[in-house]
């Protein structure tokens, strides 16, 4: 039985900022206007990254629509914000063990 030293009561899923370019996602335009200008620029020099298409996008739910929070200047959510999240699961398999990872999709 887990006891609260063992436990951190967390869950965690990440969203990678750069992934590897491969043949499905190079025909998705990346969108660099919300990564550092440094980062844009290491990038241009390693044609292996791009910048990940696949982005979490904060949502809204208001009068049966949902609208971007992006263009509200959105801040981030605060403790206690009731938040629906879509998310991909894959599993990564290696030789000795296994781990699901979850890449959130939607914060609504």
Do not use: Q
């Not at 206007?33 to 696949?54: I, R």
């Not at 996008?57 to 009731?82: I, N």
């Amino acid at each position: 039985m887990p006891s609260d030293t063992t436990e951190n009561y967390k869950f965690v899923m990440s969203s990678p900022i750069f992934t590897r370019k491969t043949v499905f996602n190079s025909s998705k335009p990346p969108t660099l206007n919300d990564v550092h200008p440094w980062m844009v620029a290491e990038l241009k020099s390693n044609v292996k990254w791009m910048v990940n298409p696949d982005r979490p996008r904060s949502m809204e739910f208001k009068d049966d629509t949902l609208t971007s929070l992006e263009c509200h200047s959105f801040k981030g959510f605060s403790p206690g914000d009731l938040i629906w999240v879509s998310f991909t699961l894959s599993f990564v398999i290696g030789p000795k063990f296994w781990s699901p990872e979850y890449r959130p999709m939607d914060l609504v």
